[in-house]
């Protein structure tokens, strides 16, 4: 089965920019959609976006929309997000989860996680 490691994670100031990334071992990230996830202090963890195998398909929260990027890059085993325009509301532990089948906003659909990256924006 695939292990995934999320890193990236960090303190910024609010408007700034970090960039996650979750790499896989154990089976090549190409035969999995990736999922991002994040959870808050006292909240579900909730979808923020996700990326089919070959990047076709590409899903966003609206709450990320056009601030968020998800990337992958099969040859590395390496999916990204790449977050800009951060705001407070986007402090979390972010993680990334993969699955076999087709991409998923539902965290209960993807059976492989990371152990988080912890995102702090200050305002």
């Known amino acids: 089965q695939v292990q995934l490691v999320e890193s990236g994670g960090g303190l910024v100031q609010a408007g700034g920019s970090l960039t996650l990334s979750c790499v896989a071992s154990?089976?090549?990230?190409?035969?999995?959609?990736v999922g991002w996830f994040r959870q808050a202090p006292g909240r579900e963890r909730e979808f923020v976006s996700s990326?089919?195998?070959?990047?076709?398909?590409?899903y966003y929260a609206d709450s990320v929309k056009g601030r968020f990027t998800i990337s992958r890059d099969n040859a590395k085993n390496i999916v990204y997000l790449q977050m800009n325009s951060l705001k407070p509301e986007d402090r979390a532990v972010y993680y990334c989860?993969?699955?076999?089948?087709?991409?998923?906003?539902?965290?209960?659909?993807?059976?492989?996680w990371g152990q988080g990256t912890q995102v702090t924006v200050s305002s």
């Open positions: 989860a993969a699955r076999r089948d087709t991409t998923s906003r539902a965290p209960a659909d993807y059976p492989y």
């Open positions: 154990g089976r090549t990230i190409s035969a999995y959609a």
């Open positions: 990326i089919s195998r070959n990047a076709g398909i590409r």
